[in-house]
């Protein structure tokens, strides 16, 4: 079965520093991918996905991704944290006849220190 | 901006209960989607509808089910809650294409007592 792998509960930068959100998926051809952000008390909203075009994707707030099919990696960064980033972060694989349904990670909690 | 809104921002409800989670969208979309989310275990598919009156079950609908009368409105049923269903709920909507993306409401967060 397909499925998303977020590597880190919890990861815990200083404001400033760069942000790496690690996300590995499998599946048998190249998918969708997708990154959401939840903030507190808030649904989700979504900072970027990758749609077979460009592996380099950029997306609101300063993040991008970059696509990597050798290593079925879709790792997000970001060059300098701030605090309003501090927030929970899922990344998303489609699945499914017509990749029609979504498979989430377990998803990664930034933490942002001044 | 496309809007999903959810009938209840908290709900506390009692074990046996029959309890209606309702979500609206304004954006004309085809596909709804039900996920609840639990700590260490993300957001988890409980039922996706792809047009009115259509229905499909995610990875986790027992307990549950669904009702699409409408376009707009997407329905999530718990027949006979239990303590197990307490949980956060979201639901979502999409054009039809996969590659579109998901628009989130805000989540009810029910607990069942």
């Known amino acids: 079965a397909q499925s998303v792998t977020q590597l880190g509960s919890h990861v815990s930068v200083s404001e400033g520093a760069l942000v790496l959100l690690r996300c590995n998926y499998s599946s048998s051809v190249p998918p969708y991918l997708f990154w959401y952000v939840q903030y507190p008390n808030q649904g989700l909203q979504l900072l970027l996905k990758y749609t077979s075009a460009a592996t380099l994707v950029k997306g609101i707030n300063g993040f991008e991704a970059e696509f990597k099919k050798s290593e079925t990696s879709f790792h997000l960064t970001k060059p300098s944290a701030h605090m309003r980033d501090a927030a929970e972060y899922f990344c998303?694989?489609?699945?499914?006849?017509?990749?029609?349904?979504?498979?989430f990670g377990t998803g990664t909690r930034l933490l942002v220190s001044p | 901006d496309v809007k999903v809104t959810q009938s209840s921002r908290y709900l506390v409800k009692r074990t046996g209960e029959k309890v209606f989670l309702e979500c609206v969208q304004d954006m004309d979309h085809e596909n709804m989607f039900w996920y609840r989310q639990d700590p260490g275990l993300g957001l988890r598919l409980i039922y996706f509808s792809y047009d009115v009156k259509m229905k499909e079950k995610g990875d986790i609908p027992e307990g549950y089910s669904v009702s699409r009368e409408k376009k707009e409105r997407f329905s999530l049923i718990l027949e006979s809650a239990s303590t197990n269903q307490t949980s956060m709920y979201l639901c979502?909507?999409?054009?039809?294409?996969?590659?579109?993306?998901?628009?989130f409401g805000p989540g009810t967060r029910l607990l069942v007592l």
């Open positions: 979502a909507s999409r054009p039809s294409r996969a590659q579109e993306t998901q628009y």
């Open positions: 998303a694989v489609s699945v499914g006849e017509g990749f029609q349904k979504l498979v």
